[in-house]
């Protein structure tokens, strides 16, 4: 396919996947339909934000990702290559970890390092190179002080950070986070989405966060926001916040800077749209003098 | 009180037991549970006494949390010592009412008893306590691989086994959880007969099941989203290799077996 060549890491054409309910006889009872022609391209390298409220469909398009689920309509690659294949599901999970809600249901070993070990080993890496990788992604996550601990003793963030270090061990080109802050505190949160930012930053690997804490998006490269399995606003974060209304009929809380600050706009006072941070608020106050 | 049952947990340290093959602790606690079962006479028990007290010192395990998981089975011993002391028929009868009598040699079957259970609890738990379950299985698999051939799981067998003692203390801590909110709620789980507490704990496992079946259910795609598709093709970061102090400590085990059953042929008095 001459497709393949400008193709992004992960590209989803007209994705479209139903539950389907069947009672006991076999007979279909209901059907939701999770996701509804969904389009996404990323770029690799990206760090991308996907938004919604709950239900909205975002954990379901996650799986696809991985290939845990497999598209009902429609077409997803990752890295080019197309989940649906039987013979693309070991590479496609490779290529695209994936990071969970919670912490304790998706650490399988009951010691630090031997659970960073896990994929590596499912992968078949040569003895010695485990090792590497699981120093390395350890280091990575700044967990390497950990590493002899029982998962179990370990804060909410830390044990997230632990199944982060446990992907990166695999060495795939992207992750998928799946709202892998929904069940920590506000320190656990940080922990885990300045971690995200690392990896995107120094090793290039390609971020997908999906979450419903407006907070988390502020620093991503591209925002998709999701509402009953459909797209329903893209853009930049400047762009996605400056549309105030638009994200509270999508039952999506802004961030408080950026509702103040639209909050003032409305009064008369000349305040641009779309401001993410503290800074730029104090900044944008100051110059109206 | 839950908390405290220290059967099936790992202690982290640094110690010579910690590092051996999980085979030779297999094969270890089996020899120690043998010599547990035949040794007769003071002189055996001192032997085993003192080879216990070796290891656990080697260990580096705090004594006082190996004897925390002794009070998980206090009504066990207690059982115990009460069934022999009472319903032991010997030489010399001390005092008796109905059917209960004490006698000389159901003093010394009750001592005896609750001496081999406490020893066996404190042995076996020294093994998981130094042992990460992930070695213990890694170690089972070894030993129970040959099994394959005739078409036994054991790899499957073995990640069970390491996951169901990675989630011990996680169901502990959560059934802990659930009876507090219960309790709240106005559940009672410590008044009434044993057929209404028995009722009574409805309302602690329907949730914990729930919860148990949803984990379990997490975890199985958190594997699979690993690349996790069963035994093959599957490297090892920590492969199973005998070292020098492996082999010592196989012939420390085969020393100390014919001691004890020396001990039990030349001195197996006065038990």
């Not at chain 1, 950026?258 to 006072?269: I, M, Q």
Request: net charge neutral; glycine share 6%; proline share 5%.
């Amino acid at each position: 396919m001459s497709k393949d060549i400008e193709m992004g890491i992960i590209k989803a054409d007209k994705l479209v996947h139903e539950f389907i309910r069947r009672d006991e006889e076999g007979n279909v009872e209901s059907i939701t339909t999770a996701l509804d022609q969904v389009d996404l391209d990323v770029k690799e390298g990206q760090f991308i934000a996907i938004l919604g409220h709950n239900g909205s469909g975002k954990s379901t398009l996650a799986k696809h990702i991985n290939a845990l689920l497999s598209p009902t309509e429609g077409s997803l690659w990752v890295d080019g290559m197309d989940v649906q294949e039987e013979e693309n599901v070991i590479p496609v999970r490779r290529t695209a970890g994936m990071v969970f809600q919670n912490p304790d249901n998706q650490i399988i070993a009951s010691v630090v390092e031997e659970d960073v070990g896990f994929g590596p080993e499912n992968i078949g890496v040569p003895t010695d190179e485990i090792w590497e990788r699981v120093a390395h992604s350890l280091a990575a996550v700044g967990m390497t002080k950990y590493r002899k601990h029982s998962p179990n003793k370990l804060s909410g963030g830390q044990k997230q950070r632990v199944a982060i270090a446990g992907v990166v061990a695999m060495e795939p080109k992207c992750i998928v986070f799946d709202e892998p802050t929904a069940m920590l505190d506000p320190n656990g949160r940080k922990e885990v989405i300045s971690t995200a930012h690392e990896l995107n930053r120094k090793k290039g690997v390609t971020i997908l966060l999906i979450t419903h804490y407006m907070e988390e998006v502020v620093d991503a490269d591209y925002i998709y926001v999701m509402e009953k399995g459909q797209i329903v606003m893209q853009g930049t974060p400047r762009e996605i916040f400056s549309r105030v209304e638009e994200l509270k009929e999508h039952r999506l809380d802004v961030p408080q800077v950026t509702l103040v600050a639209d909050e003032l706009r409305k009064t008369g006072l000349d305040i641009p749209a779309g401001i993410l941070t503290r800074e730029e608020l104090v900044d944008a106050i100051m110059r109206l003098r | 009180m839950i908390r405290d049952i220290t059967i099936g947990q790992y202690y982290p340290a640094e110690s010579a037991i910690h590092k051996l093959d999980p085979r030779v602790k297999l094969f270890s606690t089996l020899i120690y549970i043998i010599a547990l079962f035949c040794f007769r006479g003071i002189a055996g028990f001192v032997i085993i006494t003192a080879a216990l007290a070796a290891v656990i010192k080697i260990s580096k395990v705090p004594f006082k949390f190996m004897v925390k998981g002794l009070k998980a089975i206090v009504i066990l011993l207690l059982i115990t010592g009460v069934f022999n002391l009472l319903f032991t028929p010997g030489d010399i009868t001390i005092w008796s009412w109905g059917p209960f009598k004490l006698t000389d040699a159901g003093i010394s079957n009750a001592i005896l008893m609750v001496l081999r259970l406490i020893y066996l609890i404190l042995g076996t738990s020294l093994m998981t306590l130094t042992t990460t379950p992930n070695q213990l299985t890694d170690g089972l698999e070894k030993v129970l691989g040959p099994l394959n051939k005739i078409h036994v799981p054991v790899h499957a067998i073995a990640m069970m086994m390491s996951i169901a003692l990675r989630f011990i203390p996680i169901l502990i801590e959560e059934t802990d959880k659930i009876m507090k909110a219960q309790m709240a709620r106005g559940a009672d789980f410590e008044n009434g007969n044993l057929i209404q507490k028995a009722r009574n704990m409805i309302p602690l496992l329907i949730p914990l099941f729930v919860s148990a079946f949803r984990r379990a259910d997490d975890l199985a795609m958190a594997m699979e989203a690993r690349c996790y598709s069963g035994g093959e093709g599957r490297t090892k970061m920590k492969p199973l290799t005998y070292d020098k102090k492996d082999y010592i400590a196989y012939i420390l085990d085969s020393v100390f077996i014919v001691l004890v059953v020396a001990a039990r042929v030349f001195v197996p008095f006065p038990m």
